[in-house]
């Protein structure tokens, strides 16, 4: 089993930032480094999308949206991968998951984003 735990959610004002983390916890410890994990979100009335994911070589890719404004990062000793967002746009508001990528099942509870003045 496999627990991911999402933090550091909030409102924060357009042109904000914020700082996400995900712990990773479970039967997956002692291998962690070697998973792609990812960050997705889930805005009210749309499918789950892929934000950004990061491979064991700590190579990355963005979704567009993304690009320029969000970086993803993992520290393998604290099973924990985070996203800084810059530059929050209301388009930004959702819900934010991390998971393995490509993702598997036993999402966790996720933590919201809301972007509004």
């Known amino acids: 089993q496999v627990q991911l735990v999402e933090s550091g959610g909030g409102l924060v004002q357009p042109g904000g930032s914020l700082r996400l983390s995900c712990v990773v916890s479970?039967?997956?410890?002692?291998?962690?480094?070697?998973?792609?994990m990812g960050w997705y979100r889930q805005a009210p009335g749309k499918e789950r999308e892929l934000v950004a994911f990061?491979?064991?070589?700590?190579?990355?890719q963005y979704a567009d949206s993304a690009k320029g404004r969000f970086t993803i990062s993992r520290d393998n000793a604290k099973t924990t991968i985070y996203l800084q967002m810059n530059s929050l746009t209301p388009e930004d508001t959702a819900v934010y998951y991390c998971?393995?990528?490509?993702?598997?099942?036993?999402w966790g509870q996720g933590t919201q984003v809301t972007v509004s003045s």
């Open positions: 479970g039967s997956i410890l002692s291998i962690f480094s070697l998973n792609t």
């Open positions: 990061i491979g064991s070589s700590r190579a990355t």
């Open positions: 998971n393995f990528y490509p993702s598997r099942r036993g």
